[in-house]
């Protein structure tokens, strides 16, 4: 029986750790073909810790002007209407007005102007065909539809759809007659209209999800559109995963007597005030005489590569340790070879594990505490002196992705500074619940969403 073959696209290195350090293509009888932007070296690194054999590097993808224009005029019409569907305001912050060259500012002001004056969703579709016809007049399209009858796969499967070189890649497959799947890759991806390519099938992290795909993408048949949750949560299911509790403590200088408030930060752009946050959790903790009983656990955002946290840490060495996440970060400036190395996700699920609580800004991270039931604080104030004067906490709140939320018990809110005490000194009591119903709206399958992804790949379903 001739063996199914898929072909993996994987334009950088975002979904690495989701789709091939998981169980999505382990242990499988189909023939794999990783489709990549990689260096060589980290495409051996990952034929080292996965079953991929064959990899086979994209060719350079130029964007034409028409090209650009087009996404881009897209993006922004669709934020408008984003916006409009939601009556959020918000929605318009993904679009970034800061551009340096004269010719870009020209461009980007005229889509700026054209954008909000395109009422009618019909006129977003015939920008969307537009588009569709320009990319197959793109080099790139042409060699990528000569890689693609060359190794014929069975499926093409994308690691997510933000790509803009995934755009003619994927209508090359479906000119062949290729099947064809991508992930909608996170929680709040949706509302901020940075789908690049069209697909023959969606997997989403839930029904609410799939509903937000009906709402900002009706074009899009709901029957295509597949509910399989996201094996970025099933890592905290495999025991393998935790560190044992002694080299852990000892690795970050941990003290095994006092239990550990994480304290996870955002990059810069979401949370600008990080370490002033960071600052205040200390000097709380001192003032309210709790030193005794908690430490601090700091795991920095993995792409914050700043160095903004050194002073806080200096300030505070014996409250405030620091696990750095582990990821690959060859060339600072070539985001395709950034992405997390398996002994990151260990330490991901171990931090989770050994912390009482965790203290952020609106992450993703209340979730993965809600993995091992255990509490989130997001931070609710402003800083008096504000890095950027214009940025406000009440603002990410207001994001259309926050508006999942059940109620305000989902989490526990740091709404002033000197609060941080009694919250702490509560926090025990607080019913983990209410986060457990909010993740269980914004994902589902969340142990077996490799199982479920593997069936609509048909894949064989039997993994250890």
């Not at 969606?202 to 996201?230: F, N, R």
Request: aromatic share 12%.
């Amino acid at each position: 029986m001739k063996k199914k073959k898929i072909a993996l696209l994987f334009p950088d290195g975002v979904g690495v750790r989701n789709y091939l350090y998981s169980k999505v293509f382990k242990h499988t009888e189909s023939e794999l073909v990783l489709f990549h932007s990689f260096d060589s070296k980290t495409v051996d690194e990952i034929k080292g810790i996965t079953e991929l054999k064959t990899a086979i590097a994209l060719p350079k993808y130029t964007e034409s002007f028409k090209e650009r224009f087009l996404r881009e005029l897209i993006c922004l019409s669709r934020l408008y209407y984003n916006s409009r569907l939601t009556n959020n305001s918000t929605i318009l912050k993904n679009w970034n007005r800061n551009h340096k060259s004269i010719s870009k500012k020209i461009v980007y002001k005229t889509i700026e102007f054209v954008a909000p004056r395109i009422k009618k969703y019909s006129t977003i579709l015939k920008l969307e065909k537009a588009y569709q016809n320009a990319i197959r007049k793109n080099v790139f399209y042409i060699e990528a539809k000569k890689m693609l009858q060359d190794i014929a796969p069975d499926e093409l499967f994308c690691s997510h759809q933000r790509g803009i070189q995934c755009a003619p890649f994927f209508a090359a497959a479906s000119d062949l007659g290729i099947l064809n799947t991508t992930v909608i890759f996170s929680w709040d991806n949706l509302p901020k209209a940075r789908m690049a390519l069209r697909a023959d099938n969606y997997l989403v992290w839930s029904d609410y999800m799939k509903e937000e795909m009906k709402l900002y993408y009706p074009e899009i048949p709901q029957e295509a559109i597949h509910v399989t949750g996201t094996p970025q949560f099933e890592f905290y299911s495999d025991s393998s995963n935790v560190i044992p509790r002694d080299e852990f403590y000892k690795r970050y200088g941990l003290d095994p007597a006092k239990k550990i408030i994480c304290y996870s930060g955002d990059d810069v752009l979401t949370s600008p005030d990080d370490p002033k946050y960071l600052s205040d959790l200390a000097e709380e903790l001192i003032k309210g005489n709790l030193t005794n009983d908690y430490q601090i656990l700091l795991r920095r955002c993995p792409v914050d590569l700043s160095n903004r946290f050194a002073t806080v840490i200096a300030k505070f060495p014996d409250l405030i340790k620091e696990a750095p996440p582990i990821w690959n970060f060859k060339d600072k400036e070539n985001w395709t070879t950034v992405y997390a190395l398996p002994e990151d996700v260990k330490l991901l699920v171990s931090t989770v594990f050994y912390s009482d609580v965790v203290v952020n800004l609106g992450s993703t991270m209340a979730f993965d505490f809600a993995m091992f039931e255990k509490p989130c604080i997001f931070i609710n104030y402003d800083q008096k002196d504000k890095t950027v004067p214009s940025w406000t906490v009440n603002e990410v709140y207001k994001f259309q992705h926050f508006r999942s939320i059940p109620n305000n018990k989902a989490v526990v809110w740091w709404d002033k500074k000197e609060d941080l005490g009694t919250i702490v000194n509560s926090i025990s009591g607080h019913s983990i619940n209410h986060v457990k119903d909010w993740k269980n709206i914004v994902m589902t399958n969340d142990l077996v969403a490799s199982i479920e992804i593997r069936k609509k790949l048909g894949i064989n379903t039997e993994v250890s």
